[in-house]
């Protein structure tokens, strides 16, 4: 025979349960089934843009296959949402320059970065050599060319193995599988990467350069030909959005405290010149590359990687942009948004 008490703690725990479910309820507004729709939304609104063109200046990505259209969001949980050509691999290109700024961050501190290499943008083209020649080599930024090669001088290890170890072994953790080059995309930058051993060499005349320009600008090559997939851009990004933890491997990749000053330069360059109209547009730190890939994170909720190779005049894949402006003001990503308290 249940007494009044009983039946009062039964009631009692029913209410608390209630609470608690409609709690997590609002917690996870953003559900799987609500981005898988805006993603599916998203891919066939945007499918048949054709605006843009592949790079070219890079011979090899001329021949990339331009339809190549793949969307994928990884949210802090660790879901995944895939749409499109999602195995469909091109190369990083400069959304490595994130993950080689994290990785000196991580290693030598966030005052090193902005000291030995700069966080202000340069507001130009993203190989541009003049900032260098402004600012005798300093205040250049990573997510463009000068700055990505001076941060990857910065990168841990004696020499050229060593360091070229530590890149594919961290990129690799913050994508969750081993990655691998794409060599004919390696073997056509290094053929035609003049300017940037130059703006490796000027930097080296400033002394701005802490390894060796030419073993750097290779590392640097390299990089930018690790082949990625949709997938791996999301979970790249997500490992950012979960503060330096892969939301699926659950391994500790960086530190919080980097990831916050990893978000705020991708802020001021990761767009390169467009970067203000960027960020007014999504609200979010994004990175492009000329491979046709676009990273966008939206801390403490998701990160999201979208393939498409033809490219803008600044070298921002088109349909990605479009993509990600949608995803932003549909699934509410902009960090800046803010609901007033009454
Ligand atoms: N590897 C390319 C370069 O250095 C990367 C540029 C980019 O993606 N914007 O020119």
Known sequence: MKT????????????????????????????????????????????????GKNADYIPALAEVNPN???????????????????????????IEKVFAMAMVIDELGADALKEKV???????????????????????????????LATTSLIKGANY?????????????????DLTVNQPVYESEAATNQRNQ????????????????????????KACAINVNAKDLGMMAATLCNGGVNPVTGKTVVSPETVEHVLAVMV???????SGIWIYDTGMPGKSGVGGGIIAVAPGKLGIGVISPPLDDVGNSVKAQYVIKYLSEKLGLNMYSVQPKN
């Open 268 to 274: 001021t360059a990761g767009l390169y010149d467009d």
């Open 68 to 94: 190549i259209f793949g969307i994928s969001v990884v949210t802090a949980d660790g879901d995944v949402i895939e749409f499109g050509d999602i195995n469909d691999m091109v190369s990083m290109q400069s």
């Open 161 to 177: 193995d060593e360091k070229w170890n530590n890149i594919i072994t961290k990129y690799s953790e913050f994508a969750g599988r």
């Open 4 to 51: 009044r008490q009983d039946w009062f703690k039964i009631l009692l725990t029913a209410v608390i349960f209630l609470v608690s479910i409609s709690g997590i309820t609002y917690a996870q507004q953003l559900s799987k089934s609500t981005i898988e729709a805006a993603v599916k939304e998203a891919y066939d609104k945007f499918k048949n843009v054709s605006e």
């Open 198 to 221: 130059a703006l490796a060499w000027l930097l080296f005349a400033y002394e701005r350069m802490y390894f060796d320009p030419v073993q750097t600008t290779d590392i640097y090559t």
């Open 118 to 148: 700069g966080v202000d943008a340069t507001g130009m083209k993203f190989n541009a050599i003049e900032p260098i020649e402004w600012k005798k080599g300093k205040e250049i930024n990573p997510c463009v060319n000068p700055g990505a």
